[in-house]
């Protein structure tokens, strides 16, 4: 019995890992996201697809630690400094909008017909936003680091601190307010801040000195073991004190977030996390009852619509009347609109307090887990219907009439570098760049670059590409550069025209499409990074210089036969790792050889 009790849970792990492994990269590869991908695995082998798994609610409990230590990595991005830097975020925007969203979605509930406490509650829950759904979202758009996915992280922490105080209230909804329940709920509270208290005392004093010891033992292992340590002991501490896991190890995030050894405990959870924050989402599309949303279909789509348009709406207003722009309040209110899994904690104190019965329960959860299957949609119908916003050209000057020697389309990095030689020898430049934003801020450091696309013949020749001597393409996009390369070319054939290349297939297209002459961005650099390696290698300095000139000479041949034969005509010439040592030791020899000798006929010239 034992054997075949093992031989199940073995059968369930593989479900669940092949559930995961083909669906999630069907849905990214038809532009569905990884979520959605997830849930609908977890529909098919969940109670109502194949019937893998009867509890669904069993892996949620588990894999709610993926949401634990995503939290986690994103406290080891925010240090105390920044963090506190977000206060206004988090508890201004945050408090605003859990405020106010509560109050609109109770409306939503008593306009159903349904009391006012349990009206509030079913609200209040809806309010909680999915961490698991928008942290994954802002990470696949990559928006986390950018201020509006910082304003939305700001929410979220604020929402993970407000359901401590919503249990609390839900309890005496549904209890009453005698003297005890009120000492009681005191005692949580105090319990709750000790335990914030020592979990920041012992991150302070405690954890840096705790990981110089393991690292200085040399045991990867036991570093891991320690991470896994802090992230789930802290999750625990905090729950036991009535806070949310996720909460502390934000927190035990946060603390380590200046410690020497953040990143490579963002190295040993990242795994982890990643797998258990899908488990997470299997779990989700397991736990979606068909049989309820048959039995209720209507009351369930209704709640549905009424409580996401509703959040919707007062994400966008708050968002908007304090200041935020039109796209970034939409988005918001497209990424927030559903709810959460705090909902199902908060429904299950519902029903230990009688607010709710079994029934209302699950007609709640499934309106719940129907919303945060909706959002990867939502977002996918945003992303490709909602017009991307033009950048503004206000107070930008457009090319109008320019003359310059050298004609410079691009003018970033690259572009800003081939500048400085052409200006010391007293060329006139003329300079356009299609990033409005770097157009306003070149100014602050003396050049006048205009706005402007370089692959429109009107705006080169407004920009004097007809009469430049000669035109450099330094944009960073290797599909921009080739089309401006074209036009240029087509346009303007008897003007010298230098292109930058991303790598050497981009360059073999440029030599192509007709430029005089390209050059890999990197290619420079790292010849130079190779003979300083050299050096530093104990190499002569003569020696390192002829056979960077060598590795010259074979490229340039390489690359002839490229242009003729394609990326691969020239693999020959290629020195590869994985050849026989004795040919690479050949190589070498005659190498060190010649150079050798080069150097020798020097020194005979210099003594006569």
Known sequence: MAAEANANDLTQVVVLLAAGVAAVPIFKKIGLGSVLGYLAAGLVVGPFGFGFFADPQAIIHVAELGVVMFLFIIGLEMQPSRLWGMRKDIFGLGAVQVVGAIAALTCIGLSFGF???????????????????????LQERGTM????????????????????????????????????????RWLSVGIAIGAVVALVLAGRYLLNP????????????????????????SALAMQVSGLSMAMGAFLAGVLLSESAFRHQLEADIEPFRGILLGLFFLGVGMAIDLSVIAANWQLVAASVVGYMVAKMLLIYV???????????????????????????????????????????????????????????????????LVPKKAPSTEGLTLPENVEGTVLIIGFGRFGQIVSQPLLARGYTLSLIDRDAEFVRDASEFGFKVYYGDGARIDILHAAGAGTAKAILICVDDKEAALKIAEVVKGEFPLVPLLARAFDRGHALDLVHAGVDFQIRETFESAVAFSRETLKALGEDGDVAEDVVEEFRDVDRERFALETVGGIYAGRQLIRGNAQPADIIAARTGRARAAAEEERHRREEEQES
Not at 125 to 136: C, H, L
Not at 162 to 181: E, H, K, N
Not at 212 to 230: F, K
Not at 319 to 343: D, N, P
């Open 318 to 384: 708050v968002a908007w009347l304090l200041g935020t722009c039109h796209a970034e309040s939409l988005e918001r209110a497209v990424l927030m609109a559903q709810g959460g899994e705090f909902a199902f904690v908060l429904y299950a104190a519902a029903v230990s307090a009688g607010i709710f019965d079994a029934q209302s329960n699950a007609i709640l959860t499934a309106t719940i887990i129907i919303s945060m299957i909706l959002t990867p949609l939502m977002v996918i119908a945003h992303d490709r």
């Open 210 to 233: 705790l990981f110089r010891v393991l690292a200085s033992s040399g045991a990867r292992e036991v570093m891991t073991a320690a991470a896994l340590l802090v992230v789930l002991g």
């Open 115 to 137: 009391p006012l406490i349990p009206s509030f509650v079913a609200g209040t829950g809806f309010v909680m936003t999915s961490t698991a759904i928008v942290m994954q979202m």
């Open 145 to 184: 680091s950018t201020l509006k996915g910082q304003r939305i992280i700001a929410i979220l922490l604020f929402e993970d601190l407000a359901i401590v105080p919503l249990l609390a209230i839900v309890a005496l909804l549904g209890t009453g307010a005698s003297a005890a329940d009120a000492s009681d």
